[in-house]
T-cell receptor
């Protein structure tokens, strides 16, 4: 009963390095999201995928790219990490249609530090 | 302009008392949804309760209820009989548009609730 699984949980990067955060859900959800949470703040939407094969920008997309690999997996890539991208990253998913959009499940978060 | 406002940065409550966490929102979309999440010190986001803009009754989930006052654009979370395990950060969030579309949430800045024994 994993729900939404994110890897890695912790990562330290040097400025300019690249990395990919992985997210997978096992609830047969069609819609997936990436958020970031900066200290003392609420979450902000980076990118989302309303359905398999589509991706769209959220509120803070600059410096990120995403890939909806299949229905289960949605990855977030930092091409050239910057200290401003130090944050906690959350993946979320939900089932659009069929009455599922009122419950959005989050992963446990990925703590990323860019030095 | 802030779409979600949580005016209480921190609250301290005695165990077993009821507590109300405030949330006001701003939208011109007639269709929207309001969510409350709990974030304990371990960091995960735990879904608590949901209220749709067209729902006639206030949502309830166990000890959690949502005091939805549409005209005032207010969606306060009420926790009855608070427990030590309720100590956490609480976030109010809003989705604009109907439940069939992408569930893009806008979050408030949160309220840190501390339950004292």
């Amino acid at each position: 009963n994993a729900g939404v699984t994110q890897t890695p949980k912790f990562q330290v990067l040097k400025t300019g390095q690249s990395m990919t955060l992985q997210c997978a859900q096992d609830m047969n959800h069609n819609s997936m999201y990436w958020y970031r949470q900066d200290p003392g703040m609420g979450l902000r939407l980076i990118y989302y995928s309303a359905s398999e094969g589509t991706t769209d920008k959220g509120e803070v997309p600059n410096g990120y790219n995403v890939s909806r690999l299949n229905k289960r997996e949605f990855s977030l890539r930092l091409e050239s990490a910057a200290p401003s991208q130090t944050s906690v990253y959350f993946c979320a998913s939900t089932l659009l249609g069929q009455g599922g959009g009122n419950t959005i499940y989050f992963g446990e978060g990925s703590w990323l530090t860019v030095v | 302009a802030q779409k979600i406002t949580q005016t209480q940065p921190g609250m301290f409550v005695q165990e077993k008392e009821a507590v109300t966490l405030d949330c006001t929102y701003d939208t011109s979309d007639p269709s929207y949804g309001l969510f409350w999440y709990k974030q304990p010190s371990s960091g995960e986001m735990i879904f608590l309760i949901y209220q749709g803009s067209y729902d006639q009754q206030n949502a309830t989930e166990g000890r959690y209820s949502l005091n939805f006052q549409k005209a005032r654009k207010s969606a306060n979370l009420v926790i009855s009989a608070s427990q030590l395990g309720d100590s956490a950060m609480y976030f109010c969030a809003m989705r604009e548009g109907n439940i069939q579309g992408a569930q893009k949430l806008v979050f408030g800045q949160g309220t840190r609730l501390t339950i004292n024994p």
